[in-house]
């Protein structure tokens, strides 16, 4: 795998800018890269880089706030690109394209979804500029292939983890989705907002992976945790205290509607969501957290329910009297509040 940070905006941006000090932070699996380019800045502009050491997963976990307090001029957040490239105050979105080709994977992929005439394309930053090229090589053998539009958070045919819109709107219009790159996160999300078929293309191993079977084990999972949460009679409501994962708004409203339910509330706020950090808190029996979806969703490690808003959604209608239905086929399970307002 070879992904290259975009170091040519980067650097502009620093010449343009001229800070003295830049705040850094990258996913964990573009740290060495990250690490580089920093020398380079340093080596080139004489420029000081700080590294946030805190978990970095996806867009939502920009450093703006924390500019300010390491007393540095700007931010850089590597590796989640999105419609805008500016976020908060002070951050600076840069891309991380991977180089890997498609060729090979999309041979068997188009093999495999033979059987579904009309196909949705989606992926995630790191391959966003390999959907065009794949959307024609699967024309030429005869798929109708659709891109879904871009928003004002997302570009055409992105998702995150966590926000699936722009192959949400097409999802009546194709019979499956196909996925470029290896992450099941991203595949098994999208198979579960969109209620459709979803393959995913790795492109390292060359390999086509139906998602069908984790994403049922996931929406077992989720279910089955909103039904164990209905007996709790003390829950803990937490606010993630992520840039773009503060949902105040949806904490308050959850805890309204349990309190009125005659459950008792416990409020927290956390960054990381994490079973070490809720096991002291013994004398509650269910959380709702507002923060990422994927902690709910994925998260394998907890000893008592730990919900997510679209979780929550269900439960609360269980609780009215209302039937939960699909409540994770939605566009999106959050909305990000990730400073995404372009300065
Ligand atoms: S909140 Fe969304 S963008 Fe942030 S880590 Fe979770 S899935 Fe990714």
Redesign the pocket.
Known sequence: MTVRIDEKRVFEIIESEKPKVVLVNAPGGLLRQTKELMERVKEKYGVTSVLSGDSC?????TADDDVEELQADLAFHIG?NAAVTEVGDYTYLVDAVDDVEFGEVVEKAAVVLAPYKRVGLATFSQHLHQLKPVKERLETKGFEVIIGKGNSMMLEGQV????FSTSYQIREQVDAFAVLGESEFHAVGLALATGRPTFMLDPYMDEVTDMQQAADERRKRAILAVYKARDARVFGVITGL?E??KMLGRSRWITTRLEMSGRKVVQLAMRDVTAERLAPHREIDAFIQT?????SIDGFTFDRPVLSIPQADALVALIEGREPGEFLERSKW?E?TVGLIKR
């Open positions: 997963f996806g867009i939502c976990d989640h995150f983890g966590c926000d992520k773009g994962q923060a990422c979806p994927r902690i959050i990000l």
